[in-house]
């Protein structure tokens, strides 16, 4: 198979929404019939996004073989059928590293070791290697033109370009139309400038995807082709809008996907929306409403529950349903006076993962406040191990009962590191304390096994489910008998049976925890089970009608 490539560069300001534009293209080609799969290049010096701060760099999503990987990937595998995996991201780090264990090797052979070829040459490799198999990769370069970090990829598609040839690539850059409201006018300096310094390195873009916060007119667009070389078909507004899901329509309406298949001389039918048009349709037309707590410790940088926040959307999508998410620094709940003025009319509690102490002891408060006043709850990764501690402590009476990453000396590690598991192929993996951070956790799609009968059971309509993971402590079994006995079910297990993968409380109306994180599999689209079983709790809960999950797979 000839895999053709469309290379996505950024101008002028860096958050344009380059990952979504490309999710999009890649969406509408995927329409059409056409295979594609979407790569990211990161030019930052980290092997991966896996140790840095979620106030950095923003949600790490995890793919099914278990990289930990940009959140852009999470946009790609939303918008597109496909599924993402190492090879579909890379960072600088991962480049240097790879070329600096070739020259203590001796691959060398003792000659120079340059940016040119050497880097370059890897960076060419590993675009080649990601999109092996696809009509057509996307290969998005993190960052802006200009920046010093990204000038070897940036030189790599260069050389791309020319060794590809014009039918088997395409350069789109995505650039800023500021809209200047004192004087009411559009102003196209930036995007000529940032063009000019594409250009300066021998890149000469074939399609300018230019947003904005108003409409651009005829004689902007027409103005920006005249200073850039690019067509005036080329030049594709793209403004602010109320879902990004209608961006796939948008993009077709301005004829880039003919545009694309004219270039690459690809035969292929027309582009069928009918699915992107019903989600669009029926998130812009709910029928009820619901208030989700979210409460976390990252709440300053919403990006860092990205998936979250689009899958609670999907269920939403699904349920015919607004979910307003009420965002809540866990710190903040330090009494049950803050408890009742800020849960207060929520429909439903939700407590993502996290790392580190900091805000554990609210997200504690928040479980026993759903669990107490019956409200939805639902627990993913570390809001499962804290449903598991304030259960231990409110209900079993452990006093000080507690996870050991929290204090290394608690009398009942509920929760403690998880030294062994079986993954998916049945390797066992081992980890100790001893071991670095990065890259060590239980990561990636792991298969689990539910309980008959269980909330589990009913939400998935299954009795195996393959979920992604990525943690490094566990409930400790050795207290799973008296926490049972107490009325907390498990209600699955990894396919071994020696793990805890879920969580729930059968006398309350809908409690659920699970180790795994479910949002990295949701889909507007699809949905998913877990998430839309959740909204529909908090819905019967606003209406104080009773709970009923259907067991379906959506």
């Known amino acids: 198979m000839t895999t053709r490539f469309i290379f996505v560069t950024g101008g002028v300001v860096s958050s344009l929404g380059k990952g979504i534009a490309a999710a999009s293209l890649g969406a509408l080609l995927e329409a059409r019939g056409i295979g594609v799969t979407v790569l990211k290049l990161d030019p930052y010096l980290n092997l991966d996004p896996g140790t840095m701060s979620p106030f950095q760099h923003g949600e790490v999503f995890v793919t099914e073989d278990g990289a930990e990987t940009d959140l852009d990937l999470g946009h790609y595998e939303r918008f597109l059928k496909a599924r993402m995996s190492s090879k579909n991201n890379f960072t600088a780090g991962q480049i240097y590293e790879t070329i600096l264990r ?5 691959d060398y052979l003792g000659g120079t070791v340059q940016v040119i070829p050497h880097v370059t040459d890897e960076i060419k490799r590993r675009i080649l290697e990601g999109g092996e ?17 990204s000038q070897p990829f940036l030189e790599a598609i260069r050389q791309l370009k020319v060794e590809l040839g014009s039918h088997r690539s395409l350069l789109i850059h995505l650039t800023l139309v500021p809209y200047i409201a004192s004087a009411g006018e559009t102003k196209t300096k930036p995007t000529q400038h940032s063009v000019k310094e594409l250009r300066s390195i021998g890149l000469q873009p074939d399609v300018l995807i230019c947003r904005s916060e108003v409409a651009i007119d005829e004689g902007s667009r027409r103005k920006i082709a005249l200073f850039t070389s690019v067509e005036e078909r080329a030049v594709v507004p793209l403004m602010d809008v109320e879902s990004i899901y209608s961006i796939p329509r948008h993009l077709h309406q301005w004829g880039l996907d003919g545009l694309v298949v ?6 292929c039918g027309d582009a069928d929306l009918s699915q992107w048009d019903l989600v669009v349709h029926n998130q812009r037309h709910p029928e009820h409403q619901v208030v989700v707590a979210m409460v976390g410790k990252y709440m300053d940088l919403l990006d860092a529950y990205k ?3 689009e899958a609670l959307e999907h269920a939403g999508i699904h349920n015919r349903a607004r979910v307003l998410i009420h965002h809540i620094d866990s ?6 006076a803050d408890l009742d003025r800020r849960l207060a009319g929520c429909h439903g509690i939700l407590v993502p993962g996290g790392f580190g102490e900091r805000g554990v002891e609210g997200k504690i408060r928040a479980v026993r406040y759903a669990r107490e006043n019956r409200v939805p709850y639902l627990g993913i990764c570390l809001g499962m191990q804290v449903a598991v501690i304030e259960f231990a402590r409110d209900v079993v009476a452990l006093t000080g009962a507690n996870s050991t990453e929290f204090d290394r000396d608690t009398p009942h590690p509920v929760v403690g590191l998880v030294t062994e598991w079986t993954d998916r192929e049945g390797k066992v993996e081992r980890r100790s304390e001893s071991f670095d951070y990065g890259g060590t956790m239980r990561l990636g799609a792991q298969e689990a096994r539910l309980v008959p009968g269980s909330r589990a059971r009913e939400i998935y309509g299954t009795d195996l489910i393959v979920e992604r993971h990525r ?8 207290y799973i008998g008296v926490v049972q006995a107490a009325g907390m079910k498990v209600g699955g297990w990894s396919a071994d049976e020696t793990l805890v993968e879920t969580i729930e409380l059968p006398d ?12 990295f599999t949701s889909t507007p689209r699809a949905g998913h089970p877990l998430f839309s079983g959740f909204v529909r709790a908090c819905l019967a809960h606003a209406q104080g009608a009773p709970v009923a999950d259907t067991a379906v797979n959506e």
């Open 133 to 149: 198999g696809a009509d057509i990769a996307l290969v998005e370069i993190g960052g802006t033109v200009g920046d010093i970090e």
């Open 508 to 519: 309350h109306p809908w409690f659920f925890a699970c180790q795994f994180h479910p949002e």
């Open 262 to 267: 004219e270039k690459f001389q690809l035969s």
């Open 307 to 309: 998936s979250l926040n």
């Open 102 to 106: 070739r020259e203590r090797r001796g």
């Open 471 to 478: 943690h490094r402590y566990e409930v400790n079994n050795n």
């Open 331 to 336: 710190e903040q709940l330090d009494s049950d």
